[in-house]
């Protein structure tokens, strides 16, 4: 068994060893999925490392790229994601010599941290592979609707066409529309983050509302049993009069879609609490491990560590 990096002509290899090893039920698994999380992404083209035996891909392993923002300082990162294993050579440890190849290399790079929010089963296995337990991600809870509405996916889809990403998307043309922290790292706001991460995100709708120079929400509607929970996944503001505009927006999301809940990760880009209640533990677990970076004060227990729900939600 050999471990390459990936090139464009294992990409019908790649997605055959996804649909094979996972299913298609919880993501698909298709090249312009593939192409769009891992080649288009701002932040850059993810680490793919593949182990094959006698020219057969029969492991996969992947690590998207990330950054960390506070003020001035920047940690870059990688998000270790995509894992698949060919059913037929499981017992051989591949995942574990993909994992910790990746790892190797992402340090020889330069990269500062890897970080993931693996579930039950897979966090015993990066544990012991040196990833920390960084504890549950901390959110800001409130009640929604006083009369909140059952799910209807179709009612959702047509309030979201009143609140077009794209449109937001095309308004957010200058880096200078996002706050940063000096006290926090999160993830740099970008029009070109916006544009990739949720415009032309293939598997989620998503919902905005913005005013230049002022404030900015971004949001998903999620079924939460027989109702649902407006997730915001980006929020800032520019001082308080933009604060105070984003209060009145975000009533209004809430009017239209009547959710049950509303939930947002404790941002630092903006002066106050925007009305939430928190924070809780109640967001995955998240684990970290070090690379180039050998402090990770600041991110364990998230204790200067602020990111957004689309930041670590699964996509």
């Keep these: 068994m050999e471990i390459v990096s990936a090139t464009p ?15 298609e039920s919880l993501m698909p698994k298709s090249e312009g999925f593939f192409n769009w999380k891992h080649y ?5 083209r993810s680490m793919v490392l593949l182990a094959k035996e006698n020219e057969e891909v ?23 994601v995509d894992t698949a294993t060919d059913p037929s050579h499981q017992g051989k440890g591949i995942f ?42 901390p959110l800001w809870l409130k009640p929604g609707s006083i009369i909140p509405a059952k799910y209807n ?16 998307s095309e308004l957010l043309q200058s880096e200078n529309e996002f706050p940063s922290s000096k006290k926090f790292f999160h993830t740099p706001l970008s029009p070109a983050y916006i544009h990739w991460r949720y415009s032309h995100c293939p598997v989620v709708k998503y919902g905005a509302v913005a005013a230049k120079g002022s404030f900015g929400i971004i949001f998903r509607v999620k079924k939460l049993k027989a109702f649902s929970e407006l ?22 999301v809430v009017n239209k879609f009547r959710p049950l809940m509303v939930s947002c990760a404790p941002t630092p880009l903006i002066s106050g609490k925007a009305g939430f209640f928190g924070p809780f533990q109640k967001g995955p677990i998240t684990t970290i491990r070090e690379l180039h970076l050998t402090q990770l ?19």
């Design 297 to 315: 004060n600041d991110f364990e227990n998230f204790n200067a560590w602020r990111p957004s729900i689309g930041s670590l939600e699964l996509f």
């Design 153 to 168: 996916e179709e009612n959702v889809n047509s309030h979201l066409e009143h609140f077009s990403i794209s449109k937001v």
């Design 9 to 23: 002509l294992d990409m019908p290899a790649m997605i055959a060893l996804l649909k094979k090893s996972l299913g």
């Design 96 to 137: 574990k010599k993909l994992t910790l190849q990746a790892v190797a290399d992402c340090k020889a790079e330069g990269v500062g941290i890897v970080f993931n929010s693996p579930n039950a089963s897979s966090r015993p296995g990066y544990l012991k592979m040196g990833w920390k337990d960084a504890g549950r991600m």
């Design 40 to 44: 288009e992404n701002p932040f850059g």
């Design 58 to 80: 029969i492991g996969l392993r992947a690590f998207m790229r990330w950054e960390w923002m506070r003020g001035g300082e920047k940690v870059t990162a990688v998000r270790a």
């Design 231 to 252: 997730r915001i996944c980006e929020m800032w503001s520019a001082g308080p009069a933009g604060e105070k505009e984003m209060m009145c927006a975000l009533k209004t």
